[in-house]
């Protein structure tokens, strides 16, 4: 099927909704980056970003190479070869290499002149930012990783999180990357189940956990659930204690501020490039949750790259995303350190006191990349929100957006938002996932950007759009692989001892090649457009269609707050796509409103996207970390049992699904 978008923007080419400046082009640390790799490692000196791509993925060896040597990577034993073993899973990177994660993201706090410059700002619902200075926080990272050791934590060994998005946090894991040992993190919003469901997996030896949190206003209480946690960890040798609402350490736990009072000079374990770094988990809707094993080499290679070319961060740069450690996002937030970078934490809701906030925090920290979601742009557009006119926004050069893709209303207004308070803003759309805890593509600072599209697949990811017989398609919709290994690509899942769950997750249907389960366009000028899941595929009659591009003509009506389309195989050979909507404050789902729903979907799109019926629904379920979940409704609808349909503790509010099930008895 070929895209609406993509033959809009084939045949009747519109202008760039911006373009960067010369200026701007001749400063991007990615123009400096092609000039000196033209010069010492055969990279092509013209044909810009195109040019460079190519032989990015073409000399992938020479590429990674050269993006170790740009950013004076350290390693402490040298590589014998840049890429051994180049098979997918198992491609084997930089091999005979030792290094340290947590020693790059403290370097700046060797400059005697940037020691005393703020590595950390945090804010949160109450209070103005508070900064961490790179000294303090080296000085801290020392003197926990000197009593983890103490406490026995060695190479290998798991330590687990159940913190919000604070300072101590970010101590945490590089104290824990610097002991060699293997970090793993859940947000306090997630239940006792939902931890238990991650963190059994792996056997954490130390738990540091906050009493409680604060979110939307109000107080939220964590002693029982980390009680119960206690409980159901047997491996735990300690836990430390955080009091963010001010209680005493329970018995048997150890005090925060009595781990991080001394001043031990941090001391960086070396360890093999491919050495665990962390475990990330995927979202878990229909069963555990994988855990997602990512190397210290292979993410300080592909971090680097991301953040100090395609987010072009610097030392003057102050990096923010709405995030919480329950997503890859505060791990990729973290990662800022290494370019030098100042990185804001707001621990709080995105919407309180008003739909505003984010950027009310981004005003007050001086932010210059602000990283949100999709759904928190529309959110602000729907409410009428103003940001630029409401806020000093003039340091914020790029807002960045990812967990779903942006849909054209939201560049627009984003664009207009900032051009009428005259700032010249680059908006980048990106899509990566947890499995590689960064982009396929996205952020490109020299390249114009097109409503509706990401600017283009990243260095060193040979990207394409397949169709089911393995051949590449341009202009058409395919299935997202990438067909030469990334760094941070999982080494393993944990207790995947012959990998068979990671192959797969990822090669089952393409062989060697990475599917990773998004229908995405690549359009005739390299640029990106993401149409949803593959896995929740809509395919009407042959014709497969994403279920992003039904949300994005849905929702830009003021009556629809958020919905969800499912696409239903039926027994005897029929199809049934409805499309369920979540109605904003006062709006009723009358003949006019489904009449009104329908056209805006027949002539935005086609008449093949017009589902069969329109059905209110009181919300949209989500997994924990914000993303609708449409597979685990889908088996609802085909009458899988809710216990086998989905993984209740992934759910942010298991009752919405309840409604699924009783529709399905009723079809049936």
């Known amino acids: ?90 491609a084997q990177w930089f091999p005979g290499a030792t290094l340290n994660y947590a020693e790059h993201a403290l370097r700046t706090a060797e400059d005697p002149s940037r020691a005393d410059e703020p590595a950390l700002l945090h804010v949160d619902e109450s209070q103005q930012p508070e900064s961490v200075t790179w000294a303090g926080l080296r000085r801290q990272v020392g003197s926990l990783a000197a009593e983890l050791r103490a406490l026995g934590v060695r190479p290998g060994d798991r330590v687990s999180g159940y913190l919000p998005n604070i300072p101590q946090a970010v101590t945490a894991l590089l104290a824990t990357a610097a002991v060699g040992a293997v970090w793993t993190s859940c947000a306090p919003d997630f239940g006792a189940r939902s931890v238990l469901d991650r963190f059994q997996q792996v056997d954490p030896v130390v738990l540091f956990a906050v009493d409680g949190y604060r979110y939307g206003g109000k107080t939220h209480d964590r002693t029982d659930t980390v009680a119960e946690l206690r409980r159901e960890l047997p491996t735990l040798r300690a836990v430390i204690h955080i009091p963010l609402l001010n209680t005493p350490a329970p018995s048997g736990t150890l005090e925060w501020s009595s781990l991080t009072e001394s001043d031990n000079e941090p001391v960086f374990e070396q360890v093999p490039f491919d050495h665990p770094l962390w475990v990330l988990y995927s979202s878990g809707t229909t069963g555990l949750p994988k855990a997602i094993v990512q190397s210290q080499g292979g993410i300080l290679l592909e971090h680097f790259k991301q953040l100090g070319l395609h987010c072009d961060l610097g030392p003057e740069d102050r990096f923010f995303w709405y995030t919480s450690t329950g997503w890859m996002m505060w791990n990729f937030l973290v990662s800022g350190l290494l370019t030098g970078t100042t990185v804001v934490l707001y621990d709080g809701s995105p919407g309180f006191p008003d739909t505003g906030a984010q950027w009310a925090v981004a005003e007050r920290t001086g932010a210059t990349l602000f990283g949100t979601s999709a759904a928190y742009v529309m959110a602000c557009r729907k409410a009428g929100v103003h940001p630029a006119a409401g806020h000093d926004l003039s340091r914020v050069r790029c807002v960045a957006t990812t967990g779903s893709p942006l849909p054209p209303d939201g560049f627009r207004w984003l664009h207009d938002e900032f051009a009428e308070a005259g700032h010249d803003l680059w908006i980048a759309s990106v899509s990566g996932g947890t499995d590689v805890c960064s982009c396929f593509a996205g952020a490109v600072p020299t390249l114009p950007v097109h409503i509706g599209e990401l600017q283009a697949a990243c260095l060193g990811t040979d990207l394409q759009a397949w169709d089911p017989q393995g051949r590449p398609l341009t202009g058409e919709v395919g299935e997202l692989v990438v067909t030469n290994p990334m760094p941070s690509m999982p080494t393993r899942f944990w207790n995947d001892p012959d990998g068979a769950r990671y192959h797969d997750s990822y090669f089952d249907t393409y062989p060697d090649v990475w599917r990773h389960g998004d229908w995405i366009t690549i359009t005739a000028r390299n640029s990106v457009i993401i149409h949803g899941r593959s896995d929740s595929t809509l395919n009407r009659q042959g014709v497969r269609m994403g279920s992003a591009d039904i949300y994005e003509a849905v929702e830009r009506l003021p009556e629809i707050r958020e919905s969800l389309v499912i696409g239903l195989e039926e027994p005897n050979g029929g199809y049934w796509m409805p499309l369920f909507v979540h109605l904003a404050d006062g709006a009723v789902l009358d003949d006019a409103l489904r009449a009104r729903i329908k056209n805006t979907i027949r002539t935005s799109l086609s008449p093949r996207h017009v589902p069969d019926e329109v059905i209110e629904i009181p919300a949209v379920p989500h997994t924990l970390t914000g993303k609708r979940i449409e597979v685990p409704v889908k088996r609802l609808l085909q009458g899988t049992p809710l216990a086998k349909a989905v993984n209740p503790g992934s759910v942010d509010n298991i009752d919405l699904l309840h409604f699924y099930e009783e529709l399905a008895r009723t079809r049936r």
């Open 1 to 90: 099927m070929t895209s609406t978008a993509a033959t809009n923007s084939a045949s009747q080419p519109e202008p760039p909704l911006w373009q960067p400046g010369p200026d701007r082009i001749a400063e991007a640390a990615v123009t400096r980056f092609q000039s000196w790799a033209a010069e010492l490692h055969g990279a092509p000196a013209d044909g810009g970003y195109d040019a460079l791509h190519r032989w990015s993925v073409t000399e992938l060896d020479t590429f990674w190479k050269a993006v170790a040597e740009w950013f004076d990577v350290r390693f402490s034993t040298p590589y014998e070869t840049v890429l051994g073993d180049r098979t997918m899973p198992g």
